[in-house]
C-alpha cells in the first residue's frame, strides 16, 4: 500500500477527467488502509485531478520504470 507523499500510476482510465491507465499521481492523503486521495498533475504544475482512489485503482512505480508524457486531452 503507498503511503503520503509516494509516486503511484494509475490502473484504469478515468475519462471523466481525461486521466488514462499509467499516468502518474502523488499520494497527498491516505485514508486508511485502501483509500488515497491522489493528485495528478500537468507539466505547468496545474492540478489536472484530485481524486479518492482504492488500492485497485493505483499502484506503486516501479524503480526500472520509465516515466513518460502524453498530451492531456478533455
Same mark, same amino acid.
Given at each position: 500500500?503507498?503511503? %503520503?507523499?509516494?509516486? $503511484?500510476?494509475?490502473?484504469? =482510465? $478515468?475519462?471523466? /477527467?481525461?486521466? *488514462? @491507465?499509467? =499516468?502518474?499521481? !502523488?499520494?497527498?492523503?491516505?485514508?486508511? !488502509?485502501?483509500?488515497? %486521495? /491522489? %493528485?495528478? $498533475? !500537468?507539466? +505547468?504544475?496545474?492540478?489536472?485531478?484530485?481524486?479518492?482512489?482504492? @488500492?485497485? =485503482? $493505483?499502484?506503486?512505480? #516501479?524503480? +526500472? %520504470?520509465?516515466?513518460? #508524457?502524453? *498530451?492531456?486531452? +478533455?
Amino acid at each position: 500500500m503507498p503511503n %503520503e507523499l509516494e509516486t $503511484v500510476v494509475l490502473t484504469r =482510465d $478515468v475519462a471523466e /477527467v481525461g486521466l *488514462a @491507465a499509467g =499516468d502518474i499521481g !502523488a499520494v497527498v492523503h491516505r485514508f486508511g !488502509a485502501d483509500r488515497f %486521495e /491522489v %493528485e495528478f $498533475v !500537468a507539466g +505547468s504544475g496545474e492540478t489536472v485531478a484530485l481524486l479518492t482512489l482504492t @488500492a485497485r =485503482d $493505483v499502484r506503486p512505480l #516501479a524503480p +526500472s %520504470e520509465i516515466l513518460h #508524457a502524453r *498530451a492531456l486531452v +478533455s
